[in-house]
């Protein structure tokens, strides 16, 4: 028989050791992978729960601190240095200001309750933002263009926003939104790398309705109007207020009206808001409600007039 050759033992060494080893280091290799497949969907369920978690958190903590302004403002709504206080306590909730980029406000609260901040606030509010690097931006996509008596519900407070986001009113109608801003602001948004592509960016349509709009309001007078008839809607709601005491706080500046509803028994209170609202719909007045149930918004178009206001409170 002729001696086996090198290679077939060769071959032989490999089939008994390097196969098995290699087999072994396969295996190995196959439960490491699955080993950090387990592992990233653990840290991606983990990341949804923190990040569900997050969002509960600042909806609760909204929720909290609009009560606790809604509370200081009714205490004592000219108290220079409780109105700072708070103004410190809606931002130092989170004091590493290394982390915020802008504080982002509406001049009136609607959805959160028709809170009209008092004079001052909003200044304070501007100044905190500035002194530690922050932006301040204002959100009128509800105040905007005139709903307040002004163009800008803001300028109420002066307090020059560095962004302004617009939207409803500014098309009248024509679904358009719009960010105000400085030049430098914007470039250096852009230089960041941060800026938003869209669709209908940019869309002249879209511009040219807004451009219409302005035009309407300018000629029409409606900014005066509104802080006219506004004047009067309130006045009026104000003497309903004094015979019908379920009718309270109310409150406004131009046509951005509320009150709150008083239910007397808290368990009803959703019912009866409810009826509330539609009862009114059904009179042909729109009415909602903000979160919270109780407090009411009345925000009517700015060509409504005396002969309107009038006979819808009284009815
Ligand atoms: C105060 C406020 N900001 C922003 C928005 C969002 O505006 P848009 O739906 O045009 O994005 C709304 C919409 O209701 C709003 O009430």
Known sequence: MAPKSIRWHLFQVLLVCVL???????????????????????????????????????????????????????????????????????????????????????????????????????????????????????????????????????????????????SKSVGNGYPVAAVITTAEIADEVVAKGLWNLSSHQSDPVSAAAVSAVIDIVREEGLIDKASESGNYFIAQLQELSLKMPAVARVRGQGLMIGFDLIVDDPERTDTVVNDFMFGC???????????????????????????HSPRRVTQ
């Open 281 to 307: 719909r059904r009179r042909g007045v729109h009415i909602t409600y903000g979160y919270g149930g109780i407090n009411f918004r009345i925000i009517p178009p700015l060509v409504i007039s005396r002969s």
């Open 20 to 166: 098995p080893l290699g087999l072994f280091a396969a295996g190995l290799l196959y439960l490491h992978w699955q080993a950090q497949e387990e592992q990233r969907e653990r840290s991606q369920i983990e990341s949804a729960r923190l990040l569900a978690a997050a969002v509960d958190n600042a909806l609760d903590s909204t929720v909290q601190r609009l009560s606790i302004f809604a509370r200081v403002w009714e205490a004592n709504p000219a108290d220079d240095a409780a109105i700072y206080a708070q103004a410190r306590a809606a931002l130092v909730g989170n004091p590493d200001w290394s982390n915020i980029a802008a504080v982002i406000v509406e001049p009136v609260l609607s959805a959160g309750g028709m809170l009209f901040p008092p004079t001052g606030y909003l200044k304070r509010l501007r100044e905190l933002a500035h002194q530690n690097g922050a932006l301040f931006i204002v959100d009128e996509a509800q105040t905007g263009f005139g709903r307040t008596g002004k163009w800008f519900a803001i300028e109420h407070h002066d307090a020059q926003p560095d962004i302004l986001t617009l």
